[in-house]
C-alpha cells in the first residue's frame, strides 16, 4: 500500500535518526521503525539505551498515533510504569493522543515530542525513583486529574456542565460568557480547552461524562 506522506517523513526521520531501520512489511498493516534510542542527561551525559519497535498503521498514517514496543525489558512490565505486559507503552493520556492523531502525526514530532521524552523521564523514575515531570494518576483519577488541568478547574460540577454542553452541541459562542461561571467571555476564558474538547470523539466525551457522574455519586454516598 502506497502512502507518499508516510515515504516522505521516513526519509526525513532515517536521515535524522541512524540507529533506526524501516522494515515496510508488505503482507501486514503496521510497517515498523525498528532501532535503539540513546538516552542522555541535560549535560550530555551518556545513561543507557532503550531498544524499541514503532509500529505504522499505513493505511491510517497521518491520522494514528504509531505504537511503540519497548523489546529491550529494561523497564518493569506493569501499569505503575505505563507500559503493558507486551511492552506496548503509554506515551501520553489517550485524549491528548487522539487529537493529535486527528490533526495528523508527523512521526519525526512524534518522536522527539511523546516516544524520547517518555524513555528519558522513565529513566529519571529508574535512576531517581520518581518522574522528572510527574505523571498522570491510574484509571478514572487519571482522567479527572487532565480534565482539571487542562481546564484548569477543580469543581467536578464545572467539569460536568462542560461536558453536558458539548455532548449536546450547545456550547456557547465565543462572545457569550463562559462555561464555567466567570465574568468573561468564553474567549477571553476557555475557548482552547473546549476547542480541544469538542475535537475528541462523541464516544469519549459520554464516556467520560459517565465517569464523572459515577465519581461523583460515590462520592455523595461517602459523605
Known amino acids: 500500500m502506497n502512502n507518499s506522506k508516510l515515504d516522505k517523513d521516513l526519509k526525513v526521520f532515517l536521515d535524522l535518526y541512524s540507529k533506526f531501520t524501516y522494515y515496510e512489511r508488505p503482507k501486514k498493516q503496521c510497517s515498523l521503525l525498528k532501532g535503539d534510542i540513546d538516552i542522555c542527561d541535560i549535560n550530555g551525559n ?25 523489546s529491550s525489558n529494561i523497564i518493569k512490565r506493569d501499569i505503575d510504569w505505563h507500559i503493558s505486559k507486551d511492552g506496548v507503552c503509554c506515551l501520553d493520556i489517550d485524549h491528548e493522543i487522539e487529537y493529535l492523531s486527528k490533526r495528523g502525526v508527523n512521526i519525526t514530532a512524534f518522536y522527539q515530542k511523546k516516544i524520547y521524552p517518555y524513555f528519558t523521564n522513565t529513566l529519571y ?34 467539569i460536568l456542565r462542560i461536558l ?36 475528541l470523539s462523541k464516544e469519549r466525551i459520554i464516556k467520560d461524562l459517565k465517569g464523572f457522574r459515577n465519581y461523583q455519586n460515590k462520592h455523595l454516598l461517602s459523605s
Open 46 to 70: 551518556y545513561w543507557d539505551t532503550f531498544e524499541i519497535e514503532i509500529y505504522i498503521d499505513k493505511s491510517k498514517y497521518p491520522h494514528y498515533a504509531p505504537i511503540v514496543v519497548e
Open 125 to 158: 523514575r529508574i535512576k531517581n525513583g520518581k518522574y522528572a515531570n510527574g505523571e498522570y494518576l491510574h484509571d478514572f483519577d487519571g482522567i479527572i486529574q487532565f480534565y482539571r488541568e487542562k481546564l484548569q478547574i477543580s469543581d467536578i460540577k464545572v
Open 164 to 199: 453536558s454542553r458539548i455532548i449536546e452541541n450547545k456550547v456557547p459562542g465565543r462572545n457569550s460568557m463562559c462555561l464555567c461561571g466567570s465574568d468573561k467571555k468564553i474567549k477571553k476564558c476557555h475557548l482552547a480547552p473546549i476547542e480541544f474538547l469538542k475535537s
